[in-house]
């Protein structure tokens, strides 16, 4: 069963350095998402990816964060000068549809 | 602004003890709710997807019904494998958004 993949699964970084995270989507799907969920607490929404646009972002989402799908079929997360408050999970997610989403088992990013 | 709540915030059953996890939300027009399972240090695995009020869906001892404010999962003679946390999660009509709202989630354990 096709699924969507994210790597690293684990990524330690330091205070001010910049991360990407990557995720290879399900083959066909056109809605691609970021969330993230820090220890404990609710899944939040950061971004919204359609037709190789952002769609919709939410106010985690600032200037210190961008997506793009670089080849057409990954997608990427860019954090730029990464603080502590940055350390969660992310989750990369997709649609075929404009229903619901499938999501990927995550990224757990630690700042140190 | 979109809300979603679930309850309760864990829920302790004994093999075989039927219960239900409800999930009460907010929406301005609701496109979908959708109910997730997650296992520690995971993603969201999608179970269900419900559209309207009255509707009912089921996957093995799982039951997922929707009315006008709120959605509740069954859970038919539970096994410990059921053991994880039950996501609850809306998706609001109109526009371009697509993102899905979560609830805190119901932490559920299925002991032998």
């Known amino acids: 069963e096709p699924e969507v993949t994210q790597t690293p699964s684990h990524q330690v970084t330091q205070m001010g350095q910049e991360v990407i995270l990557r995720c290879v989507p399900i083959?066909?799907?056109?809605?691609f998402y970021w969330y993230r969920q820090i220890l404990g607490q609710k899944v939040e929404f950061l971004v919204s990816?359609?037709?190789?646009?952002?769609?919709?972002k939410s106010e985690i989402f600032d200037d210190q964060f961008s997506v793009e799908r670089p080849d057409g079929s990954n997608f990427t997360l860019k954090i730029r000068s990464t603080k502590l408050e940055d350390s969660a999970m992310y989750f990369c997610a997709d649609s075929p549809s404009q229903a619901g989403a499938f999501f990927g088992q995550g990224t757990r990013l630690t700042v140190v | 602004e979109d809300q979603v709540t679930q309850s309760p915030e864990a829920l302790r059953l004994q093999e075989g003890e039927s219960s239900s996890l409800n999930c009460s939300y907010t929406?301005?027009?609701?496109?979908?709710l959708f109910w997730y399972r997650q296992d520690p240090g995971k993603g969201p695995e999608f179970l269900f997807t419900l559209y309207s009020a009255g509707e009912e869906k089921e996957k093995e001892r799982l039951k997922a019904t929707l009315t006008k404010k709120e959605s509740f999962l069954h859970i038919t003679a539970p096994k410990p494998e059921d053991s994880a946390t039950y996501l609850c999660?809306?998706?609001?009509?109109?526009?371009?958004?697509?993102?899905?709202?979560f609830g805190k989630g119901t932490l559920l354990t299925v002991n032998p």
């Open positions: 083959s066909n799907h056109l809605y």
């Open positions: 990816f359609y037709n190789n646009e952002i769609s919709e």
């Open positions: 999660a809306v998706q609001a009509r109109g526009g371009s958004n697509y993102k899905l709202t």
């Open positions: 929406v301005s027009g609701l496109r979908g």
